[in-house]
């Protein structure tokens, strides 16, 4: 809560790196003393890695996280802030598309990893499973996301969105539905402690045609997942690549 004002205003994108004659093999520093420019994606083994919070939240949510993943090797970490008077979880991923296709040709990258805090989950996956953004989306990882609906909100919630959490709704249907050649890697951490949650194995993403693993995490609730750092390390783990991850983590 004390970070959430922090967050308020859209992040800023970091500036694309100019191109430079000093990149050239042999090169001299150029004057002002800096290192040669690299291209955007020499030596970078990490795609970019944008995050998305949840209902009623913003970026500030991811404070901590992008700040682990920023000191241990990734280069280009951004938090993005969408607005909930879309009122669609559809609306929300279309608008998502446009903005990874200009991270990728400002990068360099050919992909995209996210990070999707509650509502923030499902908007990735629709744009994945149903958007076409498996060509774009490597990896996505969701914390506390309700992939089976949550009972938590009530069934007469005024807002759209948090309706569309509700299982049953006509967006979870269609994130049901076959996806077959899906290219996207999902990890999804649940809680056995996520008040949001219920129930709490609603957070699980089992789904026949997807690349899933589920983790679960033992000891917080829903708010903290973002910003734990055991967490943190095991999300770090799970975009370095395919390699294996704990199937539980005891956070308490």
């Excluded at 991923?93 to 296709?101: D, R, T, V, W, Y």
Aim: proline content about 11%; overall charge positive; some cysteine.
């Amino acid at each position: 809560m004390l970070l959430y004002p922090t967050g308020m205003l859209p992040e800023r994108a970091p500036a694309p790196p100019r191109p430079s004659r000093s990149a050239e093999p042999g090169a001299e520093p150029d004057p002002a003393g800096q290192a040669p420019a690299l291209l955007p994606t020499e030596g970078r083994a990490h795609p970019p890695v944008l995050m998305l919070h949840g209902f009623v939240d913003n970026r500030s949510a991811f404070a901590l996280l992008r700040r682990s993943l920023l000191h241990n090797g990734w280069t280009r970490v951004q938090a993005l802030n969408y607005s909930p008077l879309t009122g669609d979880i559809r609306t929300a991923a279309a608008m998502l598309g446009p903005h990874i296709e200009r991270v990728c040709e400002e990068s360099g990258h050919a992909q995209v990893d996210i990070v999707g805090h509650s509502l923030g989950g499902l908007v990735a996956r629709y744009y994945v499973q149903c958007l076409g953004g498996d060509a774009r989306v490597r990896t996505l990882v969701t914390l506390g996301t309700p992939h089976a609906g949550t009972r938590a909100v009530p069934a007469l919630a005024p807002h759209p969105l948090a309706r569309q959490m509700r299982p049953g709704s006509a967006v979870l249907e269609e994130l049901a539905r076959p996806a077959p050649g899906c290219r996207t890697r999902f990890v999804a951490f649940w809680s056995d402690l996520d008040q949001l949650m219920i129930p709490v194995e609603s957070a699980r993403l089992e789904h026949p045609d997807l690349q899933a693993r589920n983790v679960k995490v033992s000891g917080i609730g829903h708010l903290a997942m973002p910003v734990h750092g055991s967490v943190a390390a095991e999300i770090r783990r799970a975009l370095s690549g395919p390699g294996p991850l704990r199937d539980a983590i005891d956070a308490a």
